[in-house]
């Protein structure tokens, strides 16, 4: 059974850190393109970063580009995002995603998602 959980989301400041993991089981992760994608309330879900399978080839929406980073331990089965510099529009909850091929940047694409961890950047 395929499983996805985020964690390390919360309450920060505006201009504050947070780092997003994602646990990774059932699935051969290192063949997986991996992304993080958010939705705000009242709006669509985004792409927000991607890394492809090979871990060579990562991309990033316009709006977190300088600031969040994506990285992927496939030793643990796990994603990460490093978010930095937070500010009030990241607000959001932040999924994780699994992709059996390069696709990256619309949800469509995905074939597993977990449950969202929240993240809120107060101003």
């Known amino acids: 059974q395929v499983q996805l959980v985020e964690s390390g989301g919360g309450l920060v400041q505006a201009g504050g850190s947070l780092r997003l993991s994602c646990a990774a089981s059932g699935l051969p992760f290192s063949s997986y393109t991996m992304g993080w994608f958010r939705q705000a309330l009242g709006k669509e879900r985004e792409f927000v970063t991607a890394?492809?399978?090979?871990?060579?080839?990562?991309y990033y929406a316009d709006s977190v580009k300088g600031r969040f980073t994506i990285s992927r331990d496939n030793a643990k089965n796990t994603l990460y995002l490093q978010m930095n510099s937070l500010k009030p529009e990241d607000t959001g909850v932040y999924y994780c995603?699994?992709?059996?091929?390069?696709?990256?940047?619309?949800?469509?694409?995905?074939?597993?998602w977990g449950q969202g961890t929240r993240v809120t950047v107060s101003s």
């Open positions: 890394i492809l399978w090979t871990g060579d080839d990562t």
């Open positions: 995603a699994a992709e059996h091929g390069s696709w990256y940047r619309e949800p469509v694409e995905y074939d597993y």
